[in-house]
């Protein structure tokens, strides 16, 4: 099966390594208890800019810039400058600075630029630790941000944190399947037994069920043979996918399940995965990358689970 997911437009995949303390936290032990949570590229989007910048210790500042460029971020020596043109009104130059703030976080890339239409791009070079030889037209300069203030803290009184307090992975599923069945009125399942084993790739399905007066009902299975974190995120995705079906880039298959797959990408702005984070994070728990491929329908219909009858 293919995946179909938004991509941010960039020339080049290289990441660094993930920081320590991305992981889920084990279902028994309190959030609090945890090491320091890192930036994922979603708090990009979901934190006021300001916030977001101080946490980054990065300045900002206005220039002419080159070619169609609106917006640069160069990282050297451990300092982050944000340069904007001037001119653009303040709801642009936000936008901007987030697409900057979320390849920056999410790739770790040390120059990066943003055009007039939001096209996202890493530069040749500015940095003098960058060689030309340690550059080439597919490799962007990298310098993985040292994030030494704890995430969580920095939603503390906004409108995404948690509601209850940080809880545990299983904590967090039981929230996120009440708001399916009770808020959503629908249905939240494991996935049953005798469905397995799952196409390739599947880690959660989701279809529309409609009531006697033709009013519509999410209907969601999420597996169960994967880690307590993943199946957390993937409750999530699904709940905000369930008021988001028109938003969905691929044709559910003839049952209308559509299948939600299980590798992460970084959210790379507004939409369903970023939904999915924040509502993740409201029921208590820091949501991973949350921007899951819905996948192409099995080729045939018997390797689709029978999950809608």
């Known amino acids: 099966m293919a995946p179909n997911s938004d991509r941010t437009v960039t020339n080049s995949a290289r990441v660094c390594e993930k920081q320590p303390g991305t992981g889920a936290a084990h279902p028994s032990t309190p959030a609090p208890e945890q090491a320091a949570y890192p930036l994922p590229a979603h708090d990009a989007w979901a934190l006021p800019v300001e916030v977001l910048g101080d ?3 990065a300045t900002f500042s206005e220039n002419e ?3 169609d460029h609106q917006a640069w971020l160069i990282a050297l020596r451990g300092r982050i400058v944000v340069i904007t043109v001037p001119g ?5 130059k936000k936008h901007r600075i987030r697409r900057l703030f979320s390849a920056h976080i999410s790739h770790g890339w040390a120059a990066i630029t943003v055009d007039s239409e939001g096209k996202v791009s890493f530069a040749e070079t500015y940095l003098e630790e960058v060689g030309p030889e340690d550059s080439s037209a597919h490799d962007p300069p990298e310098m993985c941000s040292k994030q030494n203030t704890d995430a969580r803290n920095l939603y503390a009184g906004s409108a995404y944190a948690p509601m209850h307090g940080w809880r545990n992975d299983e904590e ?3 929230a996120l399947r009440t ?3 009770d808020a959503l009125i629908g249905h939240a399942e494991d996935m049953p037994e005798e469905v397995y084993p799952l196409p390739d790739g599947v880690g959660a399905s989701v279809a529309i069920g409609y009531d006697e007066q033709g009013a519509p ?3 969601v299975w999420v597996r169960t043979d994967v880690p307590s974190g993943l199946r957390a995120d993937l409750w999530g995705y699904c709940a905000a996918l369930s008021i988001n079906l028109d ?3 691929v044709e559910p298959d003839e049952n209308g399940i559509f299948y939600v797959g299980m590798e992460r990408s970084p959210v790379t702005g507004p939409g369903v995965a970023l939904l999915a984070a924040v509502t ?3 029921m208590g728990r820091r949501p991973e990358d949350c921007a899951f491929p819905l996948l192409e329908p099995p080729a045939q219909a018997e390797e689709a689970p029978p999950l809608v009858a």
Request: proline share 4%.
């Open 172 to 174: 967090v599923i039981e």
């Open 88 to 92: 653009l009104s303040e709801e642009a």
């Open 55 to 57: 946490a980054l210790g």
């Open 280 to 282: 993740v994070q409201r």
């Open 247 to 249: 938003r969905a880039d």
């Open 179 to 181: 708001l399916i069945t």
């Open 65 to 67: 810039l080159i070619d």
């Open 217 to 219: 009902h999410p209907l």
